[in-house]
């Protein structure tokens, strides 16, 4: 059984700001609930044939994989892939304009599992699915919350 998990927001900012900082492998530990660290296996910058070394716990299980950049359209579209592992997963981020300062973020992750992945594979898409909807909203919150630049608290602004 494939997983094909979908999903998407629509972030009070420009396509420019969001791909940016989405398409930033090094902000993944900040947006993405699950994912603790990622390493460079090749120089930035980011490119098609890049390739990521990720670190995540998921389900309960700690998880290290590698992501190859196989499609890059900066500003539109981010595909990565990964071969290893009982679970081959594909990650496709678009960024789509929704006027000049919002943008919609679609995210998906598709693999077909082996093993006793296959037994486990529709707990997996629904954990996928709650994991992503966290994720985009962390996204958002952080986007929409950062736009201005600093407060009275501080905070940063996000080229």
Same mark, same amino acid.
């Given at each position: 059984m494939a997983v094909d998990v979908v999903t998407e927001i629509v972030i009070d900012r420009p396509v420019a700001d969001v791909a940016a900082y989405a398409g930033d492998p090094g902000n993944a530990p900040t947006w993405y609930v699950n994912i603790e660290s990622? $390493? !460079?296996?090749? *120089? @930035? *910058?980011?490119r098609v044939g890049s390739r990521l070394a990720f670190v995540a716990h998921f389900l309960g299980r700690r998880l290290a994989y590698t992501y190859e950049i196989v499609e890059l359209v900066p #500003? $539109?579209?981010l595909v990565m892939r990964t071969a290893q592992g009982?679970?081959?997963?594909?990650?496709?981020?678009? !960024? $789509? @304009?929704? #006027?000049? /300062?919002?943008?919609?973020?679609?995210?998906c992750n598709r693999g077909e599992p082996r093993g006793f992945a296959t037994v486990t594979a529709p707990v997996m898409a629904a954990a996928m699915r709650r994991a992503n909807r966290?994720?985009? /909203?962390?996204?958002? /919150?952080?986007?929409?919350?950062?736009? #201005?630049g600093p407060g009275p608290g501080g905070g940063r602004t996000i080229a």
């Open positions: 990622v $390493e !460079w296996r090749t *120089p @930035p *910058p980011l #500003g $539109e579209r009982p679970f081959p997963m594909e990650t496709t981020y678009r !960024w $789509e @304009p929704q #006027g000049p /300062a919002r943008t919609r973020m679609t995210m966290k994720d985009l /909203a962390r996204l958002k /919150a952080l986007l929409e919350r950062e736009r #201005g």
